[in-house]
């Protein structure tokens, strides 16, 4: 019977001590996650904003059917 019950004791301390473990890695596992969430946050807005930008630069481009600037003058 006491050798049951220390194997009882010896295995629950082993639960005990992979718990801890466990918790411990998944809150490094959370902190890493919430880090890549704020990198994939400002990488989008990175992106949006550059998106944007060239979206303003091909409005200022002249048009296929537009004539460029001193195209259309008679030499």
């Known amino acids: ?3 049951e019950l220390e194997y009882l004791e010896s295995r ?3 639960l005990i001590a992979r ?3 466990l918790e411990t890695q998944n809150g490094r596992f959370a902190q890493a996650l ?3 969430l704020k990198e994939n946050a400002e990488l989008n807005f990175r992106v949006n904003e550059t998106r944007s930008r ?3 630069l091909v ?3 002249p048009k296929a059917d537009e004539p460029e600037q ?5 030499e």
Do not use: C
């Not at 001193?70 to 008679?74: D, L």
């Open 34 to 36: 919430a880090e890549a």
């Open 19 to 21: 718990i801890k473990e």
């Open 59 to 61: 409005e200022r481009l």
């Open 1 to 3: 019977m006491d050798k």
């Open 54 to 56: 060239v979206a303003a």
């Open 12 to 14: 629950v301390q082993a």
């Open 70 to 74: 001193g195209e259309g003058e008679a």
